[in-house]
């Protein structure tokens, strides 16, 4: 029989255990899921960084701490110009010197466990990974302060897997490697937060805190710096200068705030008093930039700093000098360095001094005092190019004599229309070489003194092979003669300068320029073919290159200074973003003149100043002010200078335009009148440091002497006798010792309007008696003359005895007896000039009421056919030779007529008398027998001179 079993009853869980098996099961899957997201993320970054190189603690430091920093310059009392120009604006700061508030604001609103995770948030990470691995449309980042920084200093912009891998490897090894203070120092140093109150880029917390709010980072209040930080998650979208930035920046703003109080930062009521805040209000105010202010100083301030910076370098360095270095290898050193000096962070500290370069410039923008622009053409090679609306341009340095500082200068007049420092820039000086290539050296050399004479007559100059020689001419087209070289200076003649700067010869000459502080002289190795060292005239200003206002100005100090050169500077100092004083101006002078030839080069310049070309600056100088200068004046007046000084301060004016060409008739005085205004306006600035009654100080082995201007000699008694005698001063080691033997007595004739010295057999009755001086060496005349514009005979011609002797010869035989003798109405006494050739002169002889005929006068050219008589009586005359000998009488004649005293007589030569010839009897007594002979009384006969 079949029997079934009963089923057992199945047992029912409870609701707990039902609960307790789903949240198992579901943390199981969640773990798998997790730990799949976790395995899946790493093996997936681990595929993308396997080629990246681990990089080591230098280089990591170097990456995130090695920033673009923010460099400021300043003026000489270290009052802040300006930052320096850059594309970014970053200020480095310590931890403790920003608010906490701002520090809080951050932590709160960018990574909240920054004090708590490795470099990574896990959680945030792998859902920025599936996400990204899903592609999905929203990503919500995931970043920690430290990837952030990974990304902002290391990695690049672009946005990859690859790259998001990299930092999140990049951030742990970073925390590993840095403390977490470390790492959110740099944070605030390194983040962008957009755009300043200048419009400039800011990166870090301390340019974000001036750029935005114009505080420093370590001042900020509480809603400033919720500002502030909001900005980072999307800057350039909250920029607070716009309408549109700071409407957006406020939401955000709200954020960070609610975000600070819920993580305990700051109470209820600071939010609330946070909220209140007007930001608007609070923001920075607009300011120029350094740059829009101060555009050729901030410009030249980069350059400087570059240029002694790379110096610094080449004097430490064991391999290689400045001067082994070719312009252009310089030149190239200094454009890198200058990078490095706009993005390292430097404090650079100037010679500047503010109130002065203000004024100056205050100067250079008054249109007044410049010409009106101009329109003109310029040939380029073969190719006319048309300038329109030019601008006569200036350019001015201002020196400290003592030190060599750069107190102020002018770099042009519109920085918007001319982006060149005409300081800096080469320009033919003119006549403002003469100081320092001629006279100086000369004076220190020995070869020439203030006193000394210097004949400015013509100088052939050779022009090539097979050419005219070239006759360099004065201002004036004119040759003044034997002067003194403080004549010649005084009044800026060249070819005094010229044959100065030739005796003391061109490569010596030079080489004290360049050791004033000139670098523009361009030698032989330099250039082979176009050098200064070729140029007789380079004295007058015509170099290859020019000089610059600044070198030229620094050399003239070098008078002021007693002839010790300071070399000028504008940098004094240099601070790198450490603090640490990279670079400090050390004074580099050195004595190049004695202090007598300083002194005798400013005691001339005075008198240019005085009484020269420069007497412009005496008039328009306020106060009896003791002043130094010399003007400069290029061919075809292209530029025009005035380089002068005071005891305590040297400078240099230089006008003209930037593509030369004339400068209309009164811009050639106007750097005399810029010159007078800046030292006007600096006496009013400070009083105190440039007192009116500042002089010059005479040095010991000075000398004044009575000389003869003329022959630089001890003065003699032929000397005073042509009044040429002066007093002058000398260096004593060079003074004159000899007394002037150069003014002589000497007989001279006259012949075909030239003067000779007399032969020595020529009668003394036939020559003439002459005071002068000896020409120096006989002056070279062109022989066509005409093709020139000027006289070549020098003003002083009538003072100088003769270089020639008469030409004529003796032909062996007496003259001829003179022919055609008559007497015109007026009593005028003619004859038919000799043919002879050696014929010197006429005698006229007289005889009255039967008395011996007797000399009365002589003409003494050979030409001179004439003589105005007054006596009634009888006349002949007698032709004389070069030799002394006499021709027979002419034909005697009758003057019966009253001549008037005014007429113009010769001269009697003596009482001497002489018989006439036996034809000459003969014809007396030929007379007609019934001529009336009337008696005159005496005492109506006329005198004879």
């Known amino acids: 029989m079949h029997t079934d079993q009963p089923n057992k009853a199945k047992r029912q869980p409870s609701p707990g255990q039902v609960l307790w098996n789903v949240a198992k099961w579901s943390l199981l899957f969640l773990a798998m899921i997790l730990c799949f997201s976790v395995t899946t993320a790493t093996g997936y970054i681990a595929s993308l960084v396997k080629d990246d190189l681990i990089r080591s603690y230098d280089e990591m430091s170097r990456d995130i701490l090695t920033n673009h920093l923010t460099g400021f310059a300043y003026f000489r009392d270290q009052e802040a110009i300006g930052q320096l120009r850059a594309e970014q604006d970053r200020r480095l700061v310590k931890r403790e010197e920003v608010s906490k508030y701002l520090i809080d604001a951050i932590i709160a609103t960018e990574d909240k466990y920054f004090y708590k995770h490795p470099g990574i948030d896990p959680i945030g990470t792998s859902r920025a990974t599936l996400e990204g691995l899903r592609g999905s449309s929203i990503q919500t980042g995931g970043s920690s302060l430290t990837q952030q920084l990974i990304k902002q200093t290391i990695l690049s912009p672009t946005v990859s897997h690859e790259r998001k891998a990299k930092e999140i490897l990049l951030a742990l090894r970073l925390e590993r490697m840095f403390s977490k203070e470390e790492i959110l120092e740099a944070y605030m140093n390194e983040m962008y937060f957009g755009r300043s109150v200048n419009n400039t880029n800011i990166y870090g917390v301390q340019a974000a805190a001036r750029g935005i709010f114009g505080v420093d980072a370590k001042q900020l209040n509480i809603p400033q710096a919720a500002y502030i930080a909001g900005m980072l998650q999307a800057p350039s979208r909250y920029i607070p200068f716009e309408e549109k930035g700071l409407k957006a920046g406020l939401k955000r703003q709200k954020i960070v705030l609610k975000r600070m109080h819920e993580n305990g930062y700051i109470t209820a009521k600071e939010m609330k008093n946070a909220l209140d805040y007007d930001i608007q209000v609070n923001l920075a105010k607009n300011a120029p930039k350094a740059y829009a202010r101060y555009p050729f100083l901030m410009m030249e301030i980069e350059e400087r700093a570059a240029r002694v910076l790379v110096d610094q370098e080449l004097e430490k360095d064991p391999n290689r000098t400045k001067a082994d270095l070719s312009r252009q290898q310089y030149r190239e050193l200094v454009d890198d360095k200058r990078q490095e000096v706009l993005r390292g962070g430097y404090h650079i500290y100037t010679t500047i001094d503010r109130d002065i370069y203000e004024m100056m410039n205050r100067i250079s923008k008054n249109p007044a005092n410049f010409g009106p622009n101009r329109n003109y053409k310029v040939n380029y090679g073969s190719e006319p190019k048309q300038i329109k609306d030019a601008l006569e341009e200036v350019g001015a340095t201002l020196i400290e004599n003592k030190s060599g500082a750069i107190l102020g200068f002018i770099g042009g007049r519109d920085f918007s229309v001319q982006q060149v420092n005409h300081t800096t820039r080469p320009r033919q000086p003119g006549s403002a070489m003469k100081p320092i290539a001629a006279y100086a050296p000369a004076f220190e050399l020995g070869l020439l003194q203030p006193g000394s004479a210097i004949d400015d007559a013509p100088l052939p100059l050779d022009n090539g092979t097979n050419k005219a020689p070239h006759y360099p001419a004065n201002w004036n087209n004119k040759f003044q003669g034997l002067i ?462």
Request: hydrophobic residues 30%; contains cysteine.
């Open 484 to 945: 003194t070289a403080r004549e010649a200076f005084k009044w800026s003649y060249n070819i005094p300068a010229i044959k100065t700067y030739l005796k003391v010869g061109i490569p010596k000459a030079l080489e004290f320029v360049e050791q004033m502080g000139v670098t523009t002289i361009i030698s032989p190795e330099d250039n082979p073919k176009t050098n200064d060292f070729q140029a007789k005239t380079g004295v007058l200003g015509g170099l290859t290159q020019g000089l610059t206002v600044e070198e030229i100005t620094n050399a003239y100090s070098v008078f002021a200074n007693q002839g010790v050169f300071q070399d000028a500077y504008l940098i004094d100092k240099i601070v790198d973003a450490n603090g640490e004083t990279i670079f400090k101006h050390r004074p580099n002078s050195k004595p190049i003149f004695s202090k007598q030839t300083a002194y005798l080069m400013t005691d001339m310049m005075r008198t240019v100043v005085q009484e020269g070309t420069g007497a412009a600056i005496q008039r328009s100088v306020k106060g009896k002010r003791d002043i130094a200068g010399k003007t400069g004046t290029t061919n075809d007046n292209h530029d025009s200078w005035f380089v002068g000084y005071t005891p305590e301060l040297t400078l240099g004016v230089w006008i003209g335009y930037d593509i030369p060409y004339r400068l209309p008739q009164a811009s050639s005085a106007r750097s005399t009148k810029i010159w007078s205004q800046v030292m006007n306006g600096l006496f009013e600035l400070d009083p105190q440091s440039y007192p009116v009654d500042s002089t010059f100080k005479q040095p010991s082995g000075i000398k004044r002497l009575s000389i003869c201007s003329n022959t630089g000699m001890l003065a003699s008694p032929l000397c005073r006798k042509t009044g040429k005698v002066v007093t002058e001063i000398f260096n004593e080691k060079y003074a004159p010792t000899k007394i002037d033997d150069k003014h002589r007595t000497a007989r001279v004739v006259i012949h075909d309007g030239k003067t000779y010295l007399a032969k020595d057999e020529t009668p003394d009755d036939m020559v003439q008696e002459k005071v002068g001086v000896q020409s120096p060496e006989p002056i070279q005349f062109p022989k066509n003359p005409e093709r020139y514009r000027m006289s070549f005979q020098p003003l002083d011609w009538e003072d100088r005895l003769p270089q020639k002797q008469d030409p004529r010869v003796d032909d062996g035989k007496p003259p001829t007896p003179p022919q055609n003798v008559v007497i015109q109405p007026q009593g005028k006494l003619e004859w038919r000039a000799n043919t002879e050739a050696d014929v010197v002169g006429y005698r006229i002889y007289h005889s009255q009421m039967g008395e011996p005929f007797a000399k009365v006068g002589v003409t003494q050219q050979a030409k001179q056919s004439a003589f105005s008589v007054k006596k009634d009586g009888l006349y002949y005359v007698t032709a004389v030779d070069v030799a002394g000998n006499e021709s027979e009488a002419s034909e005697t004649i009758a003057n019966d007529q009253t001549i008037d005293d005014n007429d113009q007589r010769a001269p009697l030569d003596s009482t001497e008398l002489t018989r006439p010839k036996k034809d000459q009897k003969k014809k007396l007594e030929k007379k007609p027998a019934n001529e009336e002979v009337k008696e005159i009384p005496d005492l109506l006969l006329p005198d004879f001179e």
